[in-house]
C-alpha cells in the first residue's frame, strides 16, 4: 500500500488525519473533485530541478507553479520542471505523479505556496490515484518543514 510509509511518519509524530479514499483519478483537479475537496485546498506536489536538483514545489491543485518566481524565491540560476524519469525512482512505493509533499522523506527541499499556508488544513495525494490524505497545514509545515513559502503561482 502505497501510504504506508506516510501513515507510520504521521502516526509516529502523533499527527491526527483523515484518510479519503476516491475513484481513480490522475489531476489533481480530478482528485478533488473526486474527493468532494475544494480545489484550491488540494494541494499538488510538483517535482522541479532547482540548479539541477530535485526538489517539490507545493501548490494548489487549481494553480501552476510560475517557474521564474521559484526560481528568484529560491535563489537558484536554473528552475524546470522534472520529467518522470528524472523523479521515477525517488519515490518507489508511490505511484508516478501521486508523490505526497513530504520532502524530507525522500531527501528533496520542499517549496510552498503561500496561499496554502492560509489555509486551516491541507489535503495531498497519499502515494497513489485513489487515495489521499487531510491534516492540519501547522502539522504538515512542522513535519515536512518547507524551506520556503512564497507566491509560486500566477
Same mark, same amino acid.
Given at each position: 500500500?502505497?501510504?504506508a510509509?506516510?501513515?507510520?511518519?504521521?502516526?509516529a509524530n502523533?499527527?491526527k488525519?483523515?484518510?479519503i479514499?476516491?475513484?481513480?483519478?490522475?489531476?489533481?483537479?480530478?482528485?478533488?473533485?473526486?474527493?468532494?475537496?475544494r480545489g484550491?485546498?488540494?494541494?499538488?506536489?510538483?517535482?522541479?530541478?532547482?540548479d539541477g536538483?530535485?526538489a517539490?514545489?507545493?501548490v494548489p491543485a487549481?494553480? =501552476?507553479?510560475?517557474? &521564474?518566481?521559484l526560481?528568484d524565491a @529560491?535563489?537558484?540560476k536554473?528552475?524546470e520542471?522534472? %520529467?518522470?524519469?528524472?523523479?521515477?525512482d525517488?519515490?518507489?512505493?508511490?505511484?508516478?505523479?501521486?508523490?505526497?509533499?513530504?520532502?524530507?522523506l525522500?531527501?528533496?527541499?520542499?517549496?510552498?505556496?503561500?496561499?496554502?499556508?492560509a489555509?486551516q488544513?491541507?489535503?495531498f495525494?497519499?502515494?497513489?490515484?485513489?487515495?489521499?490524505i =487531510?491534516?492540519?497545514? &501547522?502539522?504538515?509545515?512542522?513535519? @515536512?518543514?518547507?524551506?520556503?513559502?512564497?507566491?509560486? %503561482?500566477?
Amino acid at each position: 500500500m502505497p501510504a504506508a510509509r506516510l501513515r507510520e511518519y504521521l502516526d509516529a509524530n502523533g499527527v491526527k488525519y483523515v484518510t479519503i479514499r476516491h475513484s481513480l483519478a490522475y489531476t489533481a483537479q480530478e482528485v478533488a473533485a473526486s474527493a468532494h475537496v475544494r480545489g484550491k485546498d488540494m494541494a499538488k506536489t510538483v517535482i522541479v530541478k532547482l540548479d539541477g536538483q530535485l526538489a517539490m514545489a507545493v501548490v494548489p491543485a487549481s494553480q =501552476r507553479v510560475d517557474l &521564474a518566481r521559484l526560481r528568484d524565491a @529560491a535563489g537558484v540560476k536554473t528552475a524546470e520542471l522534472a %520529467t518522470e524519469q528524472e523523479f521515477r525512482d525517488a519515490f518507489p512505493e508511490c505511484e508516478v505523479g501521486a508523490m505526497p509533499p513530504f520532502g524530507n522523506l525522500y531527501a528533496m527541499h520542499v517549496f510552498v505556496e503561500q496561499k496554502l499556508a492560509a489555509d486551516q488544513e491541507i489535503a495531498f495525494n497519499a502515494g497513489s490515484h485513489t487515495e489521499l490524505i =487531510r491534516l492540519s497545514y &501547522a502539522d504538515f509545515e512542522r513535519l @515536512a518543514k518547507p524551506k520556503l513559502k512564497a507566491a509560486l %503561482t500566477r
